[in-house]
């Protein structure tokens, strides 16, 4: 019986009892067609990157996404030096970066790195160093639930904001089977603009510069491993589910009480009323929760390299990490009065 911790990057997880693994597309639509008959939300796993279980037995049906596939599609897109991908939902997003780097592809080197599966990247709306999954997202094939039918969905309609999705809110209900990208050849393999701070002073260019997809992807994944965020066997900060907290997106004015710190600009909410995005690390860091730092007889500790990550030190619970998240949650809380929200999915789990 598979236990949850050997499907997980925080190796933890309790025996799942009923455990569907589909390696075709049409194995993922009949087993999904079955378990959502049957279930109002099956869990749903890919990579494992963005879920963290409880240790007790799990009798509520598990759909684990190993499909694989990648493919370039032929015909007319919207641009000159286009390329539209098709990707398998179960497919390494690792291995679509290298794939779509290797054809000189630009529009996600910035996203290299980043753990799990391509299926659950609109789900998240994956983001980092600048760039979006949402800037390249075409539209995603998905079984609805709701209308038993397998059907094409526009980036469009999927109303994705800040690390999340219309089916993260659960106003779709179903599994995501292909995702369909939009990737663009530049000349001589040039990468988008580079837009975030931090990287550009990593590949020491101002913002704004392009420079070779492949060197980006490589100045990423350098940043992103000095932080313990690139899974690695022998880096125990890189056992986690990467950053455990959003950063939050409160009102401007409400933003404009607190202390000098990181604030970007968020857009307006549906009222007009501008928004600003705060770093949850920075909140972290001066709430007093430092790198390292763990509660008691916890296996459960910040990352060492970076406050955001909550990592399994080696024999953590499930309850320890949550315990350590609650704990950081009510530091920063307390001491600014904002609430983080948790990204990774609490199965048995409650903050």
Known sequence: ???????????????????????????LVDAA???FANYEQPLVLGGGSNTIATDDRIDEPVLHVVTRGIHQLDGPVDKVGQARVRVDAGESWTALVDYAVARNWSGIEA????????GATPVQNIGAYGQELSDVLARVEFYDADLDAVRWINAADLNLGYRTSAIKRGELRGVVTRVELDLVEMPEGQSEPVRYDQLARALDVPLGERMPVHVVRDAVVRLRASKGMVLDAHDQDSVSSGSFFMNPIVRSSFASELPEMPKFDAGKDEGGAPLVKLSAAWLIDHAGVKKGF???????????????????????TAEQIVELARYVRARVEAEYGVRLVNEPVLVGLEL
């Open 1 to 27: 019986m598979t236990r949850l911790s050997e499907l997980t990057t925080t190796q933890v997880g309790g025996e799942a009892t009923n455990l569907v693994a589909a390696a075709t597309r049409d194995e």
């Open 294 to 316: 763990s509660l008691p007889g916890s296996n459960a500790a910040i990352s060492s390299k970076h406050t955001l990550a909550i990592t399994n030190r080696g024999g953590a």
């Open 111 to 118: 996203l290299a790195g980043i753990p799990g599966s391509v």
């Open 33 to 35: 067609r079955k378990l």
